[in-house]
């Protein structure tokens, strides 16, 4: 059983809340010159502070990886492991819901987690 990472939940509920706008569920993570947004999964890799890995993607970036701990790691798989989060968990937060959804799930976590 995974051991659920309740600090970081928080930390990516936290700052999603205060930076709505650098929320995307639709990518792991997208910059342009503008702005870069990440999803859920996206956020925790970054606060855990796991290098992200950038590919060239028309007129933006577009995360598809991260380095953490001296290995390269898809997103989300990255992701799963530091939140601590079983598959099903994982599938249903990263690829399940819309921004709002997302955030929901967080919440429930958090709520968990108290």
């Known amino acids: 059983m995974n051991m659920r990472n309740y600090s970081l939940i928080r930390q990516v509920r936290d700052h999603i809340v205060a930076n709505p706008n650098e929320h995307n569920q639709d990518q792991w993570g997208i910059r342009t010159p503008c702005k870069t947004t990440h999803c859920a999964a996206g956020h925790a890799v970054i606060i855990a502070g796991a290098r992200p890995i ?61």
């Open 54 to 114: 950038w590919e060239v993607n028309g007129d933006h970036y577009q995360m598809y990886g991260a380095e953490w701990r001296n290995r390269r790691w898809s997103t989300g798989e990255l992701a799963q492991h530091l939140l601590g989060l079983t598959d099903d968990e994982a599938d249903e937060l990263f690829y399940g819901f819309d921004d709002a959804g997302a955030l929901d799930m967080l919440d429930r976590f958090v709520k968990e987690g108290e």
